[in-house]
C-alpha cells in the first residue's frame, strides 16, 4: 500500500453534544466512558472514525448507537486538534451537534453506555475538552437560533406558546417579554392553531400550535431579526 514516506500518524474522532429540551429547561446527553483514561468519569458520546466512512457517517453512526435514531437534527461544529488534548494519542476530534426530543425518544436510549440527561446549567465535570466543546456548541446554537426555527426540533408536534418562550428563554439565558415574544414569533406565519388545549399548566389552558412543515422549509427568512443582534454569537 502506498503511504506518505516520514509522516506521522493520528486517530480522528466524532463527540456529539447532544441538546434536549423537556418542557422546561435544556438538558445534555451523557455517557460514562468506559475505557481508560478517565473511565467511569462523564464525556460526551463519542468514538473513532471507521477507515471506510466520512465524517458525517461516523457521526450518524454514533449518535444511532446511542439513541437508536439516524433522523434527528445533527451538524457539524468545530474542529478540535490540540496536540494534547488526548493524552493517550494524538487524536483529532470533530464535534457535531445534534437536537432530540427528551419525550419522544428517552426510552430508546442505550443502556450499553450509562447515558444520563443532565441539566445544561448543572452538568458535572467533563473529561478533556468536552466542556469546550459544549459551550462552542451553545455559542452556535444561539446564533443558528435567532435566524432559523431549528430549536422546534426539540419539542414535541404540538406545543404551546409558553413551551417556546421557555425554550428560547432557557437558551438565551435572559427574560423575553411575553406578549411582544408571542406577537413576533405568530407573526412569521410558520404555526398553526389547534382547537385543543394544554390544561396541565394553568387552570385556563394555554392552546396547541403546530409546526407548519410546508412552510417551514421554504420560509426560513422569517426568523430573521427575531433574537436582536445575532452576530453576537457567531463565533469566527
Request: hydrophobic share 40%; aromatic share 12%.
Amino acid at each position: 500500500m502506498l503511504k506518505y514516506s516520514g509522516q506521522t500518524r493520528m486517530l480522528v474522532a466524532v463527540d456529539c453534544i447532544i441538546f434536549g429540551f423537556d418542557g422546561d429547561s435544556y438538558k445534555l446527553l451523557l455517557v460514562q466512558r468506559g475505557i481508560a483514561p478517565e473511565k467511569r468519569k462523564w464525556s460526551l458520546m463519542g468514538g473513532f472514525v471507521q477507515p471506510n466512512e466520512n465524517l458525517d457517517e461516523g457521526a450518524i453512526r454514533i449518535l444511532k448507537d446511542l439513541t437508536g435514531l439516524d433522523d434527528v437534527y445533527m451538524e457539524q461544529l468545530h474542529t478540535f486538534g490540540n496536540p494534547k488534548r488526548d493524552p493517550v494519542e494524538r487524536t483529532i476530534a470533530v464535534a457535531y451537534f445534534a437536537l432530540i426530543n427528551i419525550q419522544k425518544y428517552e426510552k430508546s436510549l442505550s443502556k450499553e453506555y450509562n447515558a444520563e440527561w443532565f441539566p445544561l446549567q448543572a452538568m458535572p465535570e467533563l473529561i478533556f475538552d468536552h466542556g469546550d466543546m459544549v459551550e462552542k456548541a451553545k455559542h452556535r446554537l444561539r446564533y443558528k437560533a435567532s435566524l432559523h426555527p431549528l430549536l422546534f426540533e426539540l419539542l414535541p408536534e404540538k406545543f404551546t406558546l409558553p413551551q417556546v418562550h421557555a425554550l428560547y428563554e432557557g437558551l438565551y439565558e435572559t427574560i423575553f417579554d411575553k406578549r411582544n415574544f408571542n406577537r413576533k414569533l405568530l407573526s412569521t406565519n410558520l404555526f398553526i392553531k389547534q382547537n385543543e388545549k394544554d390544561k396541565e399548566s394553568s387552570k385556563k389552558g394555554a392552546y396547541f400550535y403546530q409546526l407548519d412543515r410546508s412552510k417551514y422549509s421554504s420560509n426560513l427568512q422569517a426568523f430573521l431579526k427575531f433574537i436582536p443582534n445575532p452576530e453576537e454569537y457567531l463565533l469566527s
